[in-house]
């Protein structure tokens, strides 16, 4: 009995993912140029039917696609259409082994995280007003950059989690998990100036008479007196970032990965580090030792006359 032909199995696969899957015209879309890109390496090979395909037909397809240019996430998609094509032989006609199921993508290079210097921290964290939402949002920014907190971390703080006898605060982070970080001075000095100005009111309708008492006892509230929503603790760093003349936005994350760095740059101290920004595993923290390595790189090219160009020098 002769094999089917490749581009018979793939239309056939495709009529099943659409008639009995249901998948949408844009999946369906994907899968078809996926499968398309597959046959058209496999007929440069003089292969045309499923049977023949083997895991060197498949790693030699995603090299091509590497080589390419697509980026990992691409390959990884194309990989799991061929995946499911297979699998859907093997269920149907008793086809051999699935030689796409243990190829894997290229790994994509990871990105490293972007962080401020110490002059644009500084430049970032100088507000001008003095309405309460400044103070507010001077406070959280100065808690983002003193405690390295992520940031559903300090939309969750409340008032009773800061200890400010000894400068510490209690963090439930991940996984409903808590930890201690400690808060620098002028953080809590930020944080003392938007309690008293919250005191007072935040906006028309919002006139809080005694904190401690409130039903709301978050730290960092709305106009209306409510918990601070995270969207918009964002929006209002984001905001900060433009009236402070910086050329790229700023962003929780950005604060949380400048504290790091500054702090393994000074300390050197990478454990301590993983247990301020609460990461299970120090292999996540140790993203921050590559971030110094470049600015030691980058002194060094900088400063060591053998590192210097010379004219000429290719």
Partial sequence: ?????????????????????????????????????????????????????NEADIRGWVSQLHRQGLAGSSIQRSLSAARSFFNHLGRRGGAPRNPAASVQAPRRPRQLPKTLDADQVDKYLKFDSQSAVALRDKAMAELFYSSGLRLAELAAVNIEDIDTHSQLLRVTGKGNKTRTVPVG????????????????ALGDNAIIDDIKNSSNNALFTSAQGKRISARSIQARLKLQGRKSGMHQDIHPHMLRHSFASHMLESSGDLRAVQEMLGHANISTTQIYTHLDFQHLAKVYDAAHPRAKRRKGDS
């Fill in 1 to 53: 009995m002769a094999a089917t032909p490749l581009h018979q199995s793939a239309d056939d696969f495709i009529d099943y993912l659409r008639d009995v899957r249901r998948l949408s015209p844009h999946t369906l879309s994907n899968y078809r140029r996926d499968l398309c890109s597959l046959q058209g390496f496999l007929a440069d090979r003089d292969i045309d039917d499923a049977e023949s395909v």
């Fill in 185 to 200: 001075k002028v953080a809590l000095q930020a944080i003392a100036q938007w309690l008293a100005a919250r005191k007072t």
